[in-house]
C-alpha cells in the first residue's frame, strides 16, 4: 500500500467536492477506491493525482480526474446497470463505473463492456484491471465501438471517451428505454459533452452540457483516420 498515493487522491476528491464537480457520494467512493496510479504509464506515475489527462502511448490519453468525474456524474448510475464504454483507452473510467455498479460483493452487480480499437491498449487497460481488481466485472472488448456491441444489448447507459462528429446510430439503438448516453460531440478542435436521454417511449432528448476537447472518435460512425490527420 503506497501512502503518499493514498492522500494524494484524498485531495484531488476533496478538490474535486470543493469545484462542484464530484456531487454525489457514489462518484466520491468511487474515485476514492480507484487507485489513478495503476492506470498511468510507469514514467507518469508520480502525476496519477494531478487533474491533467496524461499519454497512454498510441497517441492516447487518460482523461483529467475532473472530466472522469463529471461524465460519472452525469451517467447518473446505479448499482446493478450494465454500461458500455466506447475508448477503453486505460481502463480507468471503466473502472470508476464498476466501482458503482458492480461494487464488491453486490447482490445485484451489474457490467461493464469497454471497446477499444486500438489492441495494445485494450491488452494495456486489461493489464491495469487485473491488478487493480476489476477485470471480473469489466470486459475489455477490440473493436470499432461506433458499432456499439449488440451481443450484450441493450445498455442503461452508454459513455463514450472520444470525440465524435455525431452522435453514432448503433449506440441510439442499443440504448435501453430510459436509458441514457453521455457523449462529446464537436469538430476537431471542441466538442460539447451531450447528455442523450431516450424516454421510456423512445423519444430522444439531447441536452449540451459543457465544452471539451477529446482525442477522435475513430471508425464507421465515427471520423475516418484521413480526416484526423489531414
Ligand atoms: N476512457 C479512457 C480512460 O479511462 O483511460 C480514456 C479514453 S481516450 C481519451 C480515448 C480512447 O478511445 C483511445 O484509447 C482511442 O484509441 C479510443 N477510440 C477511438 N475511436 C474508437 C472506436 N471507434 N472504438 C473504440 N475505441 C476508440
Redesign the pocket.
Known amino acids: 500500500m503506497n501512502y503518499r498515493f493514498i492522500e494524494e487522491r484524498k485531495r484531488l476528491v476533496e478538490m474535486l467536492k470543493r469545484e462542484g464537480i464530484i456531487r454525489s457520494k457514489k462518484v466520491e467512493r468511487a474515485l476514492l477506491n480507484v487507485p489513478r496510479e495503476l492506470?498511468v504509464p510507469e514514467n507518469y506515475r508520480d502525476l496519477a493525482y494531478a487533474d491533467t489527462?496524461l499519454p497512454?502511448g498510441?497517441g492516447?490519453?487518460?482523461?483529467a480526474p475532473h472530466m472522469?468525474a463529471l461524465m460519472t456524474e452525469l451517467l447518473n448510475l446505479d448499482e446493478g446497470m450494465k454500461v458500455l464504454?466506447?475508448?477503453?483507452?486505460?481502463?480507468?473510467?471503466?473502472a470508476v463505473i464498476a466501482e458503482i455498479v458492480a461494487p464488491k460483493n453486490s447482490k445485484k452487480p451489474g457490467k461493464v463492456i469497454t471497446?477499444?480499437?486500438?489492441p495494445e491498449?485494450a491488452e494495456f487497460?486489461r493489464r491495469n484491471l487485473e491488478r487493480a481488481g476489476y477485470i471480473d466485472r469489466v470486459k475489455v472488448v477490440v473493436?470499432?465501438?461506433?458499432l456499439g456491441y449488440p451481443k450484450e444489448a441493450p445498455y442503461d447507459r452508454i459513455i463514450v471517451?472520444?470525440a465524435a462528429p455525431d452522435i453514432p446510430k448503433p449506440l441510439l439503438e442499443q440504448l435501453k428505454p430510459g436509458g441514457r448516453m453521455v457523449i462529446p460531440v464537436g469538430n476537431k478542435y471542441l466538442q460539447y459533452l451531450y447528455i442523450v436521454d431516450k424516454t421510456p417511449s423512445g423519444r430522444i432528448i439531447i441536452n449540451k452540457d459543457i465544452p471539451c476537447v477529446?482525442?477522435?472518435?475513430?471508425?464507421k460512425y465515427?471520423w475516418k483516420v484521413k480526416e484526423y490527420l489531414y
Open positions: 492506470f489527462p497512454i498510441k492516447q490519453t487518460i482523461s472522469v464504454e466506447i475508448g477503453t483507452g486505460s481502463g480507468y473510467q471503466a471497446i477499444e480499437r486500438i491498449l487497460a473493436g470499432d465501438g461506433t471517451t472520444a477529446f482525442v477522435p472518435l475513430i471508425g465515427g
